[in-house]
T-cell receptor
């Protein structure tokens, strides 16, 4: 299967600072990646679609200025939480799928747990 | 938009069979996937149905009825390690690789 790596796994920051999370596809090229957010004991909420070489597509209700997404290469997408506040504390997880595949499978990174103090 | 409903929690004993249901409402439908997630971990893929019927993968099977907008995940010969959350996810009509997830079902397996 395809491998997606996410970094950092854990991050603690002060309120008002910005945090960058990286998502890499290690053994395949991903023109599209997806960012999800998950609160404790809740579902994975799709935040945005990261498109290589173009602007990200955000889901309704997600602040694009708060959650900056950059997909500069076929193997790397980054999510920057700008001016983080305690309510941004959550588990952020990225995913990608194999181009042309029809297995219905998403490959997920390990996730990044953000705690804003 | 998309709406997926699952039971919030299910409890079963080791060796038993358990079925986790998922009903969905979507503007378009390509297929339904199932994922397992242990606490603190990433979701892992279990099964996918694009057509009506049963897909079997070892101890796990998944069923889909497109006319009923309904699917289920069947876990057989339950083991303690199967204690986890299980999510159904629908494939987006506009973007083939985009999935929306259900609310999740917490499965508790007891000895």
């Amino acid at each position: 299967g395809a491998v997606v790596s996410q970094h950092p796994s854990w991050v603690i920051c002060k309120s008002g600072t910005s945090v960058k999370i990286e998502c890499r596809s290690l053994d395949f090229q991903a023109t599209t990646m997806f960012w999800y957010r998950q609160f404790p004991k809740q579902s994975l909420m799709l935040m945005a679609t990261s498109n290589e070489g173009s602007k990200a597509t955000y889901e309704q209700g997600v602040e694009k200025d708060k959650f900056l997404i950059n997909h500069a290469s076929l193997t790397l997408s980054t999510l920057t939480v700008t001016s983080a506040h305690p309510e941004d504390s959550s588990f952020y997880i990225c995913s990608a799928s194999l181009a042309g595949g029809d297995t219905g499978e998403l490959f997920f990174g390990e996730g990044s747990r953000l705690t804003v103090l | 938009g998309q709406s997926l409903e699952q039971p919030s929690e299910v409890t079963a004993v080791e060796g038993a069979i358990v079925q986790i249901n998922c009903t969905y409402q979507t503007s378009g439908f390509y297929g339904l996937s199932w994922y397992q997630q242990h606490d603190g971990g990433a979701p892992t893929f279990l099964s996918y149905n694009a057509l009506d019927g049963l897909e079997e993968t070892g101890r796990f099977s998944s069923f889909l009825s497109r006319s009923d907008s309904y699917g289920y995940l069947l876990l057989q010969e339950l083991q303690m390690k199967d204690s986890a959350s299980y999510f159904c996810a629908v494939r987006d009509w506009g973007n083939f690789n985009k999935f929306y997830f259900g609310s999740g079902t917490k499965l508790n397996v007891k000895p």
